[in-house]
Structures are given as structure tokens and as C-alpha cells.
């Protein structure tokens, strides 16, 4: 079993649109959950992260992590153009990101 | 906004050759880091430096690499007689200091994209 799996999408959805993407894990000592977004061909940026259980808003992105079940969802309200990246879930195991593969999100106009 | 830097963009060589990528990590960071992105996989961990040595590596990085800060602002990756596998995006990232409340928030470069031929 993989460490940490997303769904690689891509995920189409309209502007304005709700967008939920997950992705779960099977390390029970992960504690950090960190949310990226990727460019195509740019460094990963870093949007936010959680510690263990619960939520994190953050103005149109929400963080929520479900340690009872090893799964984590970003929830990006009012969704935009320019939100079409791909989004990588990771989580910190010592000193390193263990990264999920990515989810490709395409938010057309 | 600081940010983290590389250098170059992109490195393209021949099989073989040795390579030096380049990286300014943020500067009043502490915690350096090295990953590798093949074209269409996943970030994959290298590497991290501490208080001029190695914390943690992971099993791509073998005798074939090396770290260095070779002066209070470079971080480099070394990679000797490269191979057609090696041919990904490299990235740095930098964190603060371990044990700060924002020790785990790295911050990644733009990435040097190596090709080797």
C-alpha cells in the first residue's frame, strides 16, 4: 500500500464552483498535513497545513483532516481560473514531505 | 517575499558528466532540503542538511551524490557521472530552525530541470 495516495484527476469543473480534493494515507504517525499547488514545470507552493486532527480555513480554502479515518480533504470555495494547478497532499515524516502524487484541477471560465 | 532560488533553470548534459545545481535557500532559514520530480511522478525526498551535515536521506540518495554549503548562502546538489534516470526536476526548499512553530513549513525554488543525453 502507498503511503499517501490522491487521485490524479484531472478534476474539470466550472468557475464558481465548490472543488474537494483528498487524499488518504496509511502512516497513523503522520501528524502534519501540508496542502501544495503546483504550476506546471514551477516549485510547489505552499498553501497550508494542519496539525492532526480537525479544520483550517484560510479565505477561499479549507483544510480538514480526519485522523480516525487517514483521510484529508482542501475544499476551495468560489473557484477560479486561476485555481487550475495541481494539488499535492504531504505530510511530514521526520524531517521530510512525503508527497501524494497530485490531483490536477482544471477550473474553466 | 523571500523566497528560495536555483540556478540554472535548466541543465541539460551528457551522460556521464558531473553536474552542480545550485540553490539560495530563504535566508534566515536553517533547514535545507533536496527532492527530485521525475516528469508525471510524485516529489521525491533526497535530502536534508542541519548544521552543516546530512539529518536524513533517503535511498535514491546514494554514493552518486552529494550536498554542500559551500558559503553562508549557496546550497548545492552534486550529482557525479550522471545517468539517463537522473534526468527530473531537482528542487530545493528551505524551513526554519527545528523545534520553531513554523519549522515545518517548507518553501520550495522554481526548480533546475536536468537533462541527460
Known amino acids: 500500500q502507498k503511503e499517501v495516495e490522491q487521485d490524479p484527476g484531472p478534476l474539470s469543473v466550472p468557475e464558481g464552483a465548490i472543488v474537494s480534493l483528498n487524499c488518504t494515507y496509511s502512516n497513523s504517525a503522520f501528524q502534519y498535513f501540508m496542502w501544495y499547488r503546483q504550476y506546471s514545470r514551477k516549485g510547489p507552493e505552499l498553501l497550508m497545513y494542519?496539525?492532526?486532527?480537525g479544520n483550517k480555513e484560510d479565505g477561499r480554502f479549507t483544510a480538514q483532516v480526519d485522523k480516525s479515518s487517514k483521510y484529508i480533504s482542501l475544499f476551495i470555495r468560489d473557484s477560479q481560473p486561476s485555481d487550475s494547478a495541481t494539488y499535492l497532499c504531504?505530510?511530514?515524516?521526520?524531517?521530510?514531505?512525503?508527497f501524494g502524487t497530485g490531483t490536477r484541477l482544471l477550473v474553466s471560465p | 517575499e523571500p523566497e528560495v532560488t536555483q540556478t540554472p533553470s535548466h541543465q541539460v548534459t551528457q551522460m556521464g558528466q558531473e553536474v552542480i545545481l545550485r540553490c539560495v535557500p530563504i535566508s534566515n532559514h536553517l533547514y535545507f532540503y533536496w527532492y527530485r520530480q521525475i516528469l508525471g511522478q510524485k516529489v521525491e525526498f533526497l535530502v536534508s542538511?542541519?548544521?552543516?551535515?546530512?539529518?536524513?536521506k533517503s535511498e535514491i540518495f546514494d554514493d552518486q551524490f552529494s550536498v554542500e554549503r559551500p558559503d553562508g548562502s549557496n546550497f548545492t546538489l552534486k550529482i557525479r557521472s550522471t545517468k539517463l534516470e537522473d534526468s527530473a526536476m531537482y528542487f530545493c526548499?528551505?524551513?526554519?530552525?527545528?523545534?520553531?512553530?513554523?519549522?515545518?513549513?517548507?518553501?520550495f525554488g522554481p526548480g533546475t530541470r536536468l537533462t541527460v543525453t
Open positions: 542538511f542541519y548544521n552543516n551535515e546530512i539529518s536524513e
Open positions: 494542519t496539525y492532526s486532527s
Open positions: 504531504a505530510m511530514i515524516e521526520g524531517q521530510k514531505l512525503v
Open positions: 526548499a528551505s524551513s526554519y530552525q527545528p523545534g520553531t512553530v513554523n519549522s515545518y513549513e517548507q518553501y
